[in-house]
T-cell receptor, first 117, second 111 residues
Framework: GAVVSQHPSRVICKSGTSVKIECRSLDFQATTMFWYRQFPKKSLMLMATSNEGSKATYEQGVEKDKFLINHASLTLSTLTVTSAHPEDSSFYIC?????????????FGPGTRLTVT | TQLLEQSPQFLSIQEGENLTVYCNSSSVFSSLQWYRQEPGEGPVLLVTVVTGGEVKKLKRLTFQFGDARKDSSLHITAAQPGDTGLYLCAGGETSGSRLTFGEGTQLTVNP
């Protein structure tokens, strides 16, 4: 089945610094990846849609200058949280769609726990 | 904006009991996915339904897509502690489009 990895799984950073999270599709090429944020015991909140070779599409209320997304290849998308603050602490999850497998499903990475101190 | 209402939000039952989780919308979806998520991990895809009235079974789990493709249900028979987790429904407008997620159902199955 389709496998998506994320790195790192956990990261602790100081307020004001930037953190980069990587999302990779391991056994398929993903033209589209998605970035979500999840609060404890809550559902997923879509932050942005990452398209290979073009600019990401951000959801309303998500600051594109704060959450930088780069989708430079068909297997890698990165999310950089710039000038992180404690309120950015959350569980960040990416997903990828395999365009040759029906196209409906999204396969999720294991998530990255970000803690900003 | 399409919305998916998922109920119940929380469910705590004893091992061996049956349960049903509902996912409802006023909008039509081309597909409906169900995911299960454990703490600290990403959601894992359980099933995708795309045809109105479709029923899929996965061992003790039965998934149904409404005839009008506006609602779906997940039924678990003889629940086990290993079924504990957050269950999420997600609807897609078209193939490849973004998913709209329900609020999730936190299921706890007590031994």
């Amino acid at each position: 089945g389709a496998v998506v990895s994320q790195h790192p799984s956990r990261v602790i950073c100081k307020s004001g610094t930037s953190v980069k999270i990587e999302c990779r599709s391991l056994d398929f090429q993903a033209t589209t990846m998605f970035w979500y944020r999840q609060f404890p015991k809550k559902s997923l909140m879509l932050m942005a849609t990452s398209n290979e070779g073009s600019k990401a599409t951000y959801e309303q209320g998500v600051e594109k200058d704060k959450f930088l997304i780069n989708h430079a290849s068909l297997t890698l998308s990165t999310l950089t949280v710039t000038s992180a603050h404690p309120e950015d602490s959350s569980f960040y999850i990416c997903s990828a769609r395999d365009p040759f497998a029906g196209g409906y499903e999204q396969y999720f990475g294991p998530g990255t726990r970000l803690t900003v101190t | 904006t399409q919305l998916l209402e998922q109920s119940p939000q929380f469910l705590s039952i004893q091992e061996g009991e049956n349960l049903t989780v509902y996912c409802n919308s006023s909008s039509v979806f081309s597909s409906l996915q169900w995911y299960r998520q454990e703490p600290g991990e990403g959601p894992v895809l359980l099933v995708t339904v795309v045809t109105g009235g479709e029923v899929k079974k996965l061992k003790r789990l039965t998934f149904q897509f409404g005839d009008a493709r506006k609602d779906s249900s997940l039924h678990i028979t003889a629940a086990q502690p290993g079924d504990t987790g957050l269950y999420l429904c997600a609807g897609g407008e078209t193939s490849g489009s973004r998913l709209t997620f329900g609020e999730g159902t936190q299921l706890t199955v007590n031994p």
